[in-house]
């Protein structure tokens, strides 16, 4: 059994781990830390708790955080990969490799589109690599639209 919750501020450390595992590289293996602290993928986490960001963790039955699932506002001087306005958050999630293939990810998307729409977002924006086919399936058969193609990765829309 999973329980979805809020992330707590101690958890942060999980989310960064998390946004590296979404960071779909199937030979690309780069440093870790050299990654995170990139300026292109420092700004998904760096001052987390501002207004309009959001993450919930997935807990396995061992008390382990097994997933994440998170949104954050950008602006146009500060585009996220998968940006669309400023008024839709971009998404971002992963799983643990040992937790893949349970359904997690789905129940997490599934929550985070609620939690959203309670937030009071008409839309959710995300970005994918193409290659990363199984993803782009879970994420339209969740309602999510092509919106375009930037560089190596498809950015991808939810509307209510």
Not at 32 to 56: C, F
Not at 86 to 109: D, F, K, N, S
């Amino acid at each position: 059994m999973v329980i979805i919750r809020n992330l707590k501020k101690n958890e942060l450390d999980f989310l960064k781990d998390m946004l590296y595992e979404s960071i779909y590289m199937p030979e690309d293996e780069k440093n870790k830390m050299e990654l995170l602290n990139s300026s292109s993928i420092k700004k998904y986490y760096e001052e987390w708790g501002r207004k309009g960001d959001t993450a919930l963790l997935a807990i396995d039955e061992n008390n382990l955080p097994v997933g994440a699932v998170w949104y954050r506002l950008f602006d146009e001087s500060n585009k996220g990969y998968g940006f669309v306005d400023v008024q839709t958050p971009e998404l971002g999630i992963a799983v643990t490799q040992e937790a893949r293939g349970l359904g997690i990810g789905t129940l997490l998307m599934k929550k985070i589109i609620r939690q959203a729409s309670e937030d009071g977002y008409k839309s959710l924006s995300l970005s994918v690599d193409p290659e990363n086919m199984s993803a782009v399936y879970i994420y339209r058969q969740l309602g999510f639209i092509d919106y375009g193609v930037s560089e190596t990765s498809i950015t991808m829309v939810y509307r209510e």
